[in-house]
Nanobody, 120 residues
């Protein structure tokens, strides 16, 4: 498994920006950001494959969030702009053991999570 550590969460106002970082012990082809709000199931936010050649976003964050990774430094980012109260959740980075990056069942390594709270 891969050891992942998230950072960068916080409490902000609607419309503000945050950048989450995820450092990992070894790279996997498919990596991504996920979030879980209280009382809700975990949902995929953004995934990235390879060195960043392909990215996929949840409809709710398209145009506002950007996922990227620095291959040489084993760090992945999630730039979050125009934050909304509904973005409030614990955000996790994950690494997949497979190559079907959209298959969440193949994500077997997770960070401890970082809290993002957006107030209106």
């Amino acid at each position: 498994q891969v050891h992942l550590v998230e950072s960068g969460g916080g409490s902000v106002q609607a419309g503000d920006s945050l950048r989450l970082s995820c450092s990992f012990s070894s790279s996997r082809y498919c990596m991504g950001w996920f979030r879980q709000a209280p009382g809700k199931e975990r949902e995929g936010v953004a995934i990235i494959s390879g060195a960043g050649g392909r990215t996929v976003y949840a409809d709710s964050v398209k145009g506002r969030f950007t996922i990227s990774r620095e291959v040489s430094r084993d760090i992945m980012y999630l730039q979050m702009n125009a934050l909304l109260p509904e973005d409030t959740a614990t955000y996790y980075c994950g690494a997949s053991r497979g190559i079907d990056c959209s298959n969440e069942d193949q994500y077997d390594s997770w960070g401890q999570g970082t809290q993002v709270t957006v107030s209106s």
